[in-house]
């Protein structure tokens, strides 16, 4: 379906008037709870693919079960608080609008950060995921020449960015699409395996108590798994991005959302009971496609083929929602001074940021070549990691942030379309699980960890010295709430 048949009539956002009679291009309303839940997913569904593995090197079978179920907890808490707050600032921006609204311009600007960084990396590495794989694939072919894949990196960012470019509507339907593929694969590998009868092709000896296969490294390897364990849902609070662009944000994206983490608990369980049923913990430990390995494993040629498929659907349907969610971000911090305005444009046809969306195309196939520019393979993980750190920062704000939004509006004050149960037990919850999954980064990246907040910290300094004084606090307040005092 092409971008041109996003026909509802935009609505004006808060600052499209340039004067009297004249109104800027604004962002269309288009997407319905199924073009939600394909963005969240589809970032998060590669993690079922490849990724989440390196758990199982660091905390054996149950460690990486342990940290699938625990980090599951923390993004269930995640997309609950993300609800509420998104359903009463349905904001282009998603957590960098909640920021700037609850607390303030310089934790706005570093959220906004976290939020392209995170998802302009993991587009990145998404990008030479798929290009490895497609340069794979032509060798399966017959293809005797040894292929290059950063062309096939380049080129696979460049097709998704003008996709983007032409329309929210065209791409978020293509993810719906690849993502529910990508999902059904997951399921047909499970059914192909017969993975319920314990007389089937299934081993599950390595699971049947014994500590060597199941804890090899104790308890203190399953704190360390948490780190892996977040690939199984990385990226699901990128549903937030897409609220300006709703039909109805209050329904859409809790619906969205919360599907999207019940598909995502659902996939993350059957990827590590498939996988530990079949391949041995040390390999799987270190395997780069562990669900496509397991279809090999199982002799099926169609099971191989769909794994093939649905692996190279998942990467391209995250990369697709990176780009969506990392131009987003960049856009609405252009739109509110925090960045030069000339990044807050809108397409005046297909109304989309396609000035960030074209900004960040280079920074992303910058970070998809720096490994072989530099001739340094090990580069895309820092990246990767680079990426998984920026979001850890963000979710670390949210538990703080949401316990201020429920402050400066109680229950009762403000219409909710969705109100996070239990308060303020997840935010608390939160918080703690943040911690601890930082410490389990720290473990095995603390000098990326430091790196990364001394960056932060200079950006930040940056912020106050040079953009501060273009930021006008009372125009930012763009959430159809009572000004709190201070605005």
């Avoid at 700037?100 to 590495?125: D, I, Q, R, S």
């Avoid at 996988?275 to 430990?285: I, K, R």
């Avoid at 279809?295 to 780009?323: R, Y």
């Avoid at 509110?336 to 960030?356: N, S």
Wanted: charged fraction near 10%; include cysteine.
């Amino acid at each position: 379906m092409s971008a041109t048949e996003d026909t509802p009539t935009p609505t004006a956002a808060a600052g499209t008037v340039d004067g009297p009679g004249t109104e800027r291009p604004a962002l269309r309303k288009v997407l319905a709870p199924m073009h939600i839940w394909a963005l969240g997913v589809g970032i998060v569904l590669v993690g079922e693919f490849m990724g989440w593995n390196f758990a199982v090197e660091k905390g054996g079978m149950y460690g990486a079960l342990v940290a699938c179920w625990v980090v599951g907890l923390l993004y269930t808490c995640i997309v609950m608080i993300n609800s509420e707050v998104t359903s009463a600032i349905p904001a282009a921006g998603g957590q960098y609008a909640q920021a700037k609204h609850t607390v303030g311009p310089l934790m706005a600007f570093n959220v906004g950060l976290y939020l392209t960084l995170a998802y302009t990396m993991l587009e990145a590495a998404n990008a030479n995921v798929l290009s490895s794989l497609l340069t794979a694939l032509s060798g399966l072919l017959g293809s005797e020449q040894e292929l290059s894949p950063y062309p096939f990196a380049v080129l696979a960012i460049l097709a998704l960015a003008f996709l983007n470019y032409r329309g929210v509507f065209a791409s978020l339907t293509l993810n719906l699409v690849i993502t529910g593929f990508a999902f059904v694969t997951i399921l047909v590998l499970f059914v192909g395996l017969q993975a319920w009868s314990p007389s089937a092709e299934m081993d599950l000896a390595g699971l049947a108590g014994d500590a060597t296969n199941a804890l090899p490294y104790g308890w203190i390897g399953v704190i360390a798994a948490f780190q892996f364990g977040m690939w199984f849902y990385l990226g699901i609070e990128g549903t937030a991005q897409a609220a300006e662009e709703c039909r109805s944000a209050p329904r859409s994206v809790p619906l969205g959302s919360l599907a999207g983490i019940m598909t995502l608990i659902i996939a993350a369980s059957l990827t590590w009971y498939v996988c530990a049923g079949t391949l041995p913990w040390h390999y799987l430990g270190t395997a780069i496609t562990p669900l496509f390995d397991a279809a090999l494993v199982s002799g099926h040629d169609v099971l191989v083929v769909l794994l093939l498929l649905g692996t190279l659907c998942a990467t391209l349907a995250s990369a697709n929602g990176c780009i969506n969610d990392a131009s987003r971000a960049w856009f609405s911090m252009g739109r509110d001074r925090y960045l030069p305005e000339w990044f807050g444009a809108v397409h005046p046809r297909y109304h989309t940021p396609f000035r960030a969306i074209v900004f960040l195309v280079p920074v992303a196939i910058a970070f998809a070549l720096l490994p072989v520019v530099l001739d340094e393979p090990t580069l895309l993980s820092t990246v990767i990691t680079f990426s998984i750190l920026s979001g850890l920062l963000m979710y670390s704000f949210m538990g703080p942030s949401f316990m201020r939004f429920r402050k400066l509006w109680p229950l009762g004050t403000i219409a909710r379309a969705y109100t996070l149960p239990l308060h303020p037990a997840p935010a608390v919850a939160l918080l703690a699980l943040s911690a601890v999954v930082f410490f389990a980064t720290f473990l095995g990246y603390g000098i990326a960890l430091l790196s990364i907040l001394a960056f932060y910290l200079l950006a930040s300094i940056w912020f106050v010295a040079r953009r501060y004084k273009y930021v006008r606090r009372g125009a930012q307040f763009t959430a159809d709430l009572p000004r709190p005092q201070g605005y």
